[in-house]
């Protein structure tokens, strides 16, 4: 990998496995000094020996851990470069065919969980004119059939980013918004059988292509829009192009 992050302090979150693990690897590739959070432990303690990093179990929906691991992790890596935050939940189907319970996950989770890691971020990244990016998805530009509260928590992400990358601007802080469609993941492989949209269009990247962009097109050249592949693009420009026809052309797709 031609970047160079050597001694570089960098969280990765969600790293035990997916897009969080094929980022954690890419940069230790490059010499990046690693604070990897996840709840499974086992498959993280299994990432941390690959990739030298420190690892940390959190449960990011619980606000007073983010808080403790954020405060070891910058002490551990001597200052904080950036955070890739990769972790989330994933539910699909009809709505009301899906607990509340799990509804209620799912925003505890992504929209709640990257609040607490964005909060508890910001001040040491000010102190380094760091990076901060979350995992957005083509879900948040156009509320898919079959993915109503991920969409809703995905679009809560992206609002949230846009908001912080304003707000943070001036302390040289960037943010920045990786927005992947089907990703071959454990978590998509798990949830999506059976979906309509999954199974008509199928995967579209596979992990290491989103851990590339987060860190050539995030960290690298630290832009607000990352795009993994030509597929995401393209959805974000026809959802403003095409709004007028938004639902019938997802009845097209979906039906």
Do not use: C
């Amino acid at each position: 990998m031609a970047q160079n992050f050597h001694q570089k302090g960098i969280i990765v979150t969600g790293a035990a496995s997916g897009i969080g693990r094929a980022t954690a690897v890419l940069l230790a590739q490059s010499g990046a000094n690693l604070a990897l959070w996840d709840v499974n432990e086992a498959a993280l303690q299994a990432v941390a020996q690959e990739t030298g990093g420190l690892a940390q179990v959190v449960d990011i929906s619980q606000p007073a851990q983010v808080v403790a691991a954020m405060d070891t992790a910058v002490v551990h890596l001597g200052s904080l470069a950036g955070v890739v935050h990769s972790a989330g939940v994933l539910a699909t189907g009809y709505f009301e065919q899906i607990p509340l319970a799990k509804h209620e996950q799912l925003i505890q989770v992504n929209l709640l969980g990257s609040t607490a890691v964005a909060h508890s971020a910001l001040p040491y990244l000010a102190e380094t004119h760091g990076s901060l990016i979350f995992l957005a998805s083509t879900s948040a530009l156009y509320g898919p059939p079959e993915y109503a509260s991920y969409g809703a928590t995905k679009a809560g992400v992206l609002a949230l980013a846009q908001a912080l990358r304003l707000e943070t601007a001036e302390q040289g802080i960037h943010i920045g918004a990786v927005i992947p469609s089907f990703v071959d993941t454990p978590m998509n492989a798990n949830h999506n059988p059976g979906v309509t949209l999954y199974e008509r269009f199928g995967v579209s990247h596979t992990a290491v292509d989103v851990a590339q962009a987060i860190v050539s097109q995030g960290l690298v050249r630290r832009r607000f829009h990352i795009w993994p592949g030509v597929e995401p693009r393209l959805l974000y420009v026809l959802s403003w192009l095409a709004r007028p026809w938004g639902d019938k052309l997802m009845r097209l797709f979906w039906r």
